[in-house]
């Protein structure tokens, strides 16, 4: 009984942070949609650069420090508050330093880039830094807590604010400083929320510094922070050496080359997230049975959404692209092809274990090191040598070759026996569902595209009156990928369900919610008919 509620709560605090992170997505997918569109391509290359690092640097200057909320949160019961507040105050330092650095030193981003704008800019993108590794400990926090709710919550009032905050700033001004106002903003209002909820769940937080404590986080953290800092350089350094070596039409060609949906990495970390503090607990209970099964587990989860995205966007790439970036990105789909095939290997859920093991941080830690080194001399070589598709293939190369050894370790730490395989069966299932479904999509493409894409053309400039090239693309490919769409999803869906793999706790799950939606509309729909009613009367 106790191991279904376990189960059923990690369900539930996964749906709850997928149904944010999927409600964010909604509200940012207009954002690139409007910047291809209303930016010259030279201003959107410059718009990534400045924002690929800024993501990087909230990425890696925490050090891993933040997420040992889910470490110590979930053991700890007299720490909990000093644990907060060393994470803060560490955040606060690191962008501290980044700030200063970029003020005193702005041409550091812009002889990687060699671009002059982004010297300009590099001041204000240091206190936008400094902003966000503080600010971005909110959701951590809400979910190391425990209350998947409040985490929902917070994911989506700030991708709600953030959009709200970047559209404006790319109709009204259309410019890269703009976008770095309105990034600024958006952190300085989120920062405020985090002060007040620390203080609500922790009062008085700020009362709790532990020196020798701060010490014993950093010592768990930083190992691990330091795999997750090669982790990310391994896996976006290929951007800068792009950057250095090409134009910035080039880099924004190559930038649309390497989008990934958002949706992929939220359904991950939804995930990933949930199962760290479970880790965690197994690991000091020494239930390596237990791992081993909830990690089969979230990866059929995971198989079951990126097995038939991989496929569908297999097949529908070149409607894709365009459709999204207009045709001045076509020369994105050959890179956009290469960088999908990691999507597959995504399903391996190795963070939670591993950060579950100190010994498996310092192996991890070791072998990224390695990686690095290799894809960095890859990297020097192919900016000489390759062109864009070269710089992505040798990306993907090395991070394949890292996902494989990195497995054989858990595996080995697991004790892992042949015997075990039987555990993916059902994400053998998924993937011959998805390719099911992908050949009749592919034949339905195939033969039916450029006709659909005519139509919908003429469609769209006698009937709607739409003269601009890149709106009747948009509705030309909007309407190809719905059909396909129309077609793949049913198809899958029953052979999964036909195979087993929808299991009954989850269609029990999905009817519950469903329940719960259809009781919140029908008051709404019997106060209309009974209006109806009166007015007949």
Not at 99 to 128: D, H, M, S, W
Not at 327 to 356: C, K
Not at 388 to 409: D, N, Q, W, Y
């Amino acid at each position: 009984m106790e191991e279904t509620a376990k189960t059923q709560s990690l369900k539930s605090q996964s749906a709850w942070l997928l149904f944010a992170k999927v409600v964010g997505f909604a509200f940012s997918f207009l954002l690139p949609l409007l910047i291809v569109r209303f930016l010259t391509q030279d201003t959107v290359g410059v718009y990534r650069q400045v924002f690929q690092v800024i993501i990087n640097a909230v990425a890696i200057l925490p050090l891993g420090v933040s997420m040992s909320a889910y470490y110590f949160l979930s053991r700890e019961t007299e720490r909990r508050a000093a644990a907060v507040f060393n994470i803060l105050i560490f955040n606060f330092i690191v962008g501290g330093l980044a700030c200063l650095l970029l003020f005193f030193y702005p041409q550091l981003l812009g002889n990687i880039f060699r671009n002059e704008e982004i010297t300009r800019l590099a001041p204000k993108i240091g206190v936008v830094i400094w902003l966000w590794i503080f600010s971005a400990f909110l959701e951590t926090a809400a979910v190391a807590n425990q209350e998947a709710r409040a985490a929902t919550a917070f994911i989506i009032l700030a991708q709600f604010t953030k959009t709200l905050l970047m559209t404006s700033a790319v109709i009204l001004f259309a410019s890269v400083e703009a976008f770095v106002y309105a990034a600024m903003i958006q952190a300085a209002v989120q920062t405020l929320v985090l002060l007040v909820y620390l203080n609500s769940r922790f009062p008085r937080f700020w009362k709790s510094f532990d020196f020798k404590f701060f010490r014993e986080q950093l010592v768990y953290a930083l190992p691990f922070g330091l795999a997750g800092l090669l982790w990310t350089m391994q896996t976006d350094i290929h951007n800068y050496f792009v950057g250095y070596k090409f134009s910035a039409s080039d880099y924004a060609i190559y930038a649309y080359g390497c989008f990934e949906l958002p949706l992929i990495a939220m359904i991950s970390e939804s995930v990933t997230s949930v199962l760290i503090p479970r880790m965690s607990k197994l690991q000091a209970e020494n239930d390596k049975r237990e791992m081993i099964r909830l990690t089969t587990r979230a990866m059929q989860k995971l198989a079951f959404f990126y097995f038939p995205i991989y496929i569908f966007l297999l097949i529908t790439a070149q409607t894709f692209i365009i459709t999204l970036f207009t045709r001045n990105y076509a020369a994105s789909v050959p890179i956009f092809l290469i960088n999908i095939t990691l999507m597959p290997f995504y399903i391996w859920v190795v963070d939670p274990i591993v950060r579950s093991y100190k010994e498996l941080g310092r192996f991890l830690l070791t072998l990224r090191i390695f990686i690095f080194i290799a894809l960095v001399s890859a990297l020097y070589f192919g900016i000489q040598n390759f062109d864009l598709r070269g710089m992505i293939a040798i990306v993907v190369a090395t991070t394949i070759t890292e996902k494989i050894i990195s497995s054989f370790a858990v595996l080995r730490k697991l004790e892992v026996k042949p015997a075990d395989v039987y555990l993916l069966k059902d994400i053998a299932k998924t993937a011959v569902c998805a390719l099911l479904a992908g050949i009749l999509t592919f034949l339905f493409y195939w033969q039916s595209s450029a006709m659909i894409a005519a139509f919908s053309a003429d469609f769209a400039q006698n009937v709607l009156g739409f003269s601009k090239t890149s709106v009747i693309d948009f509705v030309s490919g909007a309407l190809i990928l719905s059909l396909c769409l129309i077609i793949f999803v049913p198809i899958y869906l029953f052979s999964a369900n036909f195979f087993g793999i929808i299991d009954d706790d989850e269609k029990h799950f999905i009817s519950g919610k469903l329940s719960i939606l259809t009781k919140i509309f029908k008051p709404k729909i019997q106060l209309t008919q009974d209006a109806g009613l009166k007015t007949q009367d």
